[in-house]
């Protein structure tokens, strides 16, 4: 893992965009039988890395009516297997519904080896990935700040102006005879400073750290096949609005993998319906063929994919002082405090808070 300090600076771009674009005229039409969406369907996201364990696996099914997201599948058993005849299950820790962690006691990610998983409901039935190969990342050189404003337009005309942080990368591009397969992650963790409380002598503040995945509008894999070039340079992987997250101290982190040319088709089918919004498997559009199938009806649509990579990280972080916008701060008023015991003076309490300093926070 890199740390890389980013290039301050403070450009702002205005861009006015039009909410009525046509996106389908960048990509190749991709069409659907809605006979497909009439059952539940399961969802499989994971993936194994060369990251020390635990690594997380998602398992849900969707909803019949698709309007709603898919439920999580607790109770199954999920094992991983190797190419050396390694094998390792899974284990549910109970923090969330439908993940399951693979402690990486037994079988660890390592590049040239081949992993399938096998996942048993608890109605019996069993589903298996096809084998992929862990394949090598090139090593991200780069990380950058851009702050950019973009104004959107209503069907009134109205303008809505909104400030983002956005998250660039550089990355070398090898020269491989099939190309060159890559997906990003980014990631968000924050600090929030709880204030003394007034009706606690005894009172302690609390530092608490906040943990979000930066979606972007676009899952873009990118694949160099049929391209000359030897880096990618500014490339854009993420992006968050700029909010009272900003106040204290944040870092952003981004996370490169290596695809197989069938698992980059599978993300850039997913990359081209646009309706998407929020987690790639949060309101899954229809069967996107991935790697996944039952082993005992092969016509079963399963949605999602497995896949094996090492990953390469790089991280920055920025602070109050770095932001050349105005933003809503939270917990700061001085005069009407808050009442006793208000959240501002117990930050615990606010979702998806942890006391637990990551390894990284400086």
């Known amino acids: ?32 039988d809605p006979s497909d969406q009439v059952k539940s369907q399961l969802v499989v996201d994971g993936r194994i890395t060369t990251s020390e364990g635990p690594q997380i696996l998602k398992l849900s099914t969707t909803q019949i009516d698709n309007l709603k997201k898919p439920s999580p599948v607790t109770d199954a058993k999920i094992t991983i297997f190797d190419n050396f005849g390694n094998v390792e299950e899974y284990v549910q820790l109970g923090f969330n519904a439908g993940e399951y962690h693979l402690m990486n006691d037994i079988i660890k ?4 080896r081949t992993y399938f998983i096998e996942i048993e409901l608890r109605d019996g039935s069993i589903f298996q990935s096809e084998p992929e190969t862990l394949m090598p990342v090139p090593k991200m050189t780069n990380i950058e700040i851009d702050f950019i404003q973009e104004t959107e337009f209503d069907i009134t005309g109205l303008p809505k102006t909104s400030n983002f942080a956005q998250v660039l990368i550089d990355t070398p591009i090898p020269n491989e005879e099939d190309g060159v397969f890559l997906r990003w992650d980014v990631e968000s963790d924050w600090l929030v400073l709880d ?7 005894f009172d302690v503040p609390t530092a608490c750290y906040f943990n979000d995945n930066i979606i972007l509008e676009e899952l873009r894999p990118f694949s160099s096949r049929g391209l000359e070039l030897n880096e990618l340079s500014d490339w854009a992987v993420g992006r968050r609005i700029v909010d009272f997250s900003f106040q204290f101290k944040q870092y952003l982190s981004v996370y490169q993998y290596s695809l197989t040319p069938r698992a980059f088709t ?38 999602g994919y497995f896949s094996a990579s090492e990953v390469d990280t790089v991280r920055t972080f920025l602070v109050k002082e770095d932001i050349p916008f105005n933003f809503m701060e939270i917990c700061q008023l001085i005069w009407p405090r808050p009442p006793c015991n208000d959240i ?14 990551p390894d990284f926070f400086q």
């Open 1 to 32: 893992m890199k740390n890389c300090n980013p290039r301050r600076f403070s450009k702002v771009k205005i861009l006015g965009l039009l909410l009525i674009i046509s996106f389908q005229s960048c990509i190749d039409e991709i069409t659907f």
């Open 344 to 357: 501002c003076y117990e930050c615990e309490r606010m979702d998806g808070a942890s006391t637990i300093k």
């Open 195 to 201: 204030r003394d409380d007034p009706c606690n002598p």
């Open 266 to 303: 599978f993300f850039e089918q997913i990359s081209a319906l646009s309706n998407i919004e929020g987690n790639l498997f949060d309101e899954p559009p229809a069967a996107i063929s991935g790697n996944l199938f039952n082993v005992n009806d092969p016509n079963e649509k399963v949605l």
């Open 109 to 112: 990610g390592e590049i040239g």
